[in-house]
């Protein structure tokens, strides 16, 4: 199989990285080899916070490079702006409706309202899932996130069962319950063929971010939560590993 490549992101205190650790777990139980890194990681600290999670038949790089994301997995909307550029051409977006406005410059900068079109505008597709309503509670928006995700049937139920039990901090069962309403909070899942369903010949030029300089006037015009931004002095560390 090709190598599946899923960047989940939010802001810190959303627990991004567990739910990496999470949705690793399933990829593992399901008998892929697997690979996580954070390249962002304010998980303490209320900034921006990414994840990079890789698995196939063998992986040898935790880094997503920009343009080969097949899924972006965002807990708040506005983080997903800043990670759209590393998806692929028709990357599939799963996104949290939750709204968390920036610490500093919101009197400056107006929160973005046109999320979706943008997702539209590289041929992507976009599924908002209110997952705080879902869930009930905020710890538990990873597992309605991931519960949805997991309809694109990228892993077996069982090895997501297996997993969950051994990720919850409490009550296992109650963590498999809110898990399946995220799943069936996507009413028509895609089934996807990773690797296969970026081939759009019939399809215009897509009019979405593609370029590095593009990406940084796009991210510069964000309320800003000191996002540093890998190889803004040196262009060629975004093509690198």
Request: net charge negative; proline share 6%; with cysteine.
């Amino acid at each position: 199989m090709n190598t599946v490549n899923v960047i989940l992101c939010g802001v810190g205190g959303q627990n991004v990285l567990r739910a990496g650790e999470l949705l690793s777990r399933a990829a593992m139980h399901a008998g892929y080899d697997v690979k996580m890194s954070a390249p962002s990681s304010g998980e303490h600290s209320g900034e921006s916070t990414s994840c990079h999670v890789r698995w196939g038949q063998k992986v040898y790089s935790p880094v997503i490079r920009q343009g080969e994301a097949d899924f972006i997995i965002s807990f708040e909307q506005m983080e997903t702006l800043r990670q759209l550029p590393m998806g692929k051409n028709g990357v599939a977006v799963i996104v949290n409706d939750d709204v968390i406005p920036p610490r500093a410059g919101r009197e400056s900068f107006p929160y973005p309202d046109n999320i979706e079109d943008l997702v539209n505008a590289v041929h992507g597709t976009f599924h908002l899932i209110p997952a705080k309503h879902l869930s009930g509670e905020d710890g538990h928006v990873a597992l309605t996130l991931l519960g949805a995700f997991a309809a694109f049937n990228q892993c077996s139920q069982e090895s997501w069962v297996q997993a969950i039990r051994e990720w919850a901090d409490g009550d296992p069962e109650l963590s498999l319950a809110v898990f399946h309403q995220g799943q069936e909070s996507v009413h028509e899942p895609l089934r996807i063929e990773v690797g296969e369903r970026f081939e759009l010949p019939d399809s215009p030029t897509p009019k979405g971010v593609r370029s590095f300089d593009e990406m940084l006037a796009l991210v510069k015009t964000l309320p800003q939560r000191r996002v540093a931004i890998a190889g803004a002095e040196n262009k060629a560390a975004l093509h690198a590993g």
